[in-house]
C-alpha cells in the first residue's frame, strides 16, 4: 500500500520563476492538503482539495495556487518565486474531515536564488 | 501570532529516563490535539492524539496529558529511547476546521 509520495524531491529555480509540485494521496483517502516548512517552523497551512475544489485556504498569496484531479492526486503551482518562497513543501491527505490525522509525503524541498 | 506554542526548541535526555515535551495554545475552540513525529529527510508521521472530553491518553510508553484550564498539553515518553531522537509537532484544531495548526516544533535527543 503506497503512501504518499511526492515529486520532485528537491529543486532549484530563479526569483520570478514559476513552479509546479506534484502529489499522489494515500490510496483510499480523497482529500489533500498542502504545508509549507520554512527552516526552523511549523508546517504552514497553504490550502487543502476536497472533491476537486479548494476546500480550505490559509494565509498565503494567490501566487500559491494548486489543482486536484479526478484521480485525488494534487498538484501546488507558485509563481513569481522569491526568496522567502525557499522552503520544504509538504502534502499531506487524508480522508473526509478526519479528526486532523493527515499522512504526510517526504516533501518537496525548494530553493530559490 | 502563534496559536500554538512550543517553547523549548531542544531538549535532550539520558536513555532510558523520561521525555516531557510542552505545548501551549491560545484558542478555547481548539477541541482536538495531536502530536506528530519528523525524522530528518521524511514527513512528520502521526504518533498520539487525545479529543477535550480527556485529560490523558496513553499509547504504550507515550502518554498526552490536557490541562484545558491552563491551555496546556504535554508528550510523556517513558522510557526514553534513541530512537526517539527527532523533531516532535504539536498541533491542534477545532471541531469546525478541517485542518490542524502546528506548533515550531521541539527537537528531541535520547542519549544512550
Known amino acids: 500500500d503506497a503512501g504518499v509520495t511526492q515529486s520532485p524531491t528537491h529543486l532549484i529555480k530563479t526569483r520570478g520563476q514559476q513552479v509546479t509540485l506534484r502529489c499522489s494521496p494515500k490510496?483510499?483517502?480523497?482529500?489533500v492538503s498542502w504545508y509549507q516548512q520554512a527552516l526552523g517552523q511549523g508546517p504552514q497551512f497553504i490550502f487543502q482539495y476536497y472533491e476537486e475544489e479548494e476546500r480550505q485556504r490559509g494565509n498565503f498569496p494567490d501566487r500559491f495556487s494548486g489543482h486536484q484531479f479526478p484521480n485525488y492526486s494534487s498538484e501546488l503551482n507558485v509563481n513569481a518565486l522569491l526568496l522567502g518562497d525557499s522552503a520544504l513543501y509538504l502534502c499531506?491527505?487524508?480522508?473526509?474531515?478526519?479528526?486532523?490525522?493527515?499522512?504526510f509525503g517526504e516533501g518537496s524541498r525548494l530553493t530559490v536564488l | 501570532d502563534q496559536q500554538v506554542k512550543q517553547n523549548s526548541p531542544s531538549l535532550s535526555v539520558q536513555e532510558g529516563r523520561i521525555s516531557i515535551l510542552n505545548c501551549d495554545y491560545t484558542?478555547?475552540?481548539?477541541?482536538?490535539f495531536l502530536w506528530y513525529k519528523k525524522y530528518p529527510a521524511e514527513g512528520p508521521t502521526f504518533l498520539i492524539s487525545i479529543s477535550s472530553i480527556k485529560d490523558k491518553n496513553e499509547d504504550g510508553r507515550f502518554t498526552v496529558f490536557l490541562n484545558k484550564s491552563a491551555k496546556h498539553l504535554s508528550l510523556h515518553i517513558v522510557p526514553s529511547q534513541p530512537g526517539d531522537s527527532a523533531v516532535y509537532f504539536c498541533?491542534?484544531?477545532?471541531?469546525?476546521?478541517?485542518?490542524?495548526?502546528f506548533g515550531r516544533g521541539t527537537s528531541l535527543i535520547v542519549h544512550p
Open positions: 490510496s483510499g483517502h480523497d482529500t
Open positions: 484558542n478555547s475552540m481548539f477541541d482536538y
Open positions: 498541533a491542534t484544531k477545532s471541531g469546525g476546521s478541517y485542518i490542524p495548526t
Open positions: 499531506a491527505s487524508s480522508l473526509g474531515q478526519g479528526t486532523g490525522e493527515l499522512f
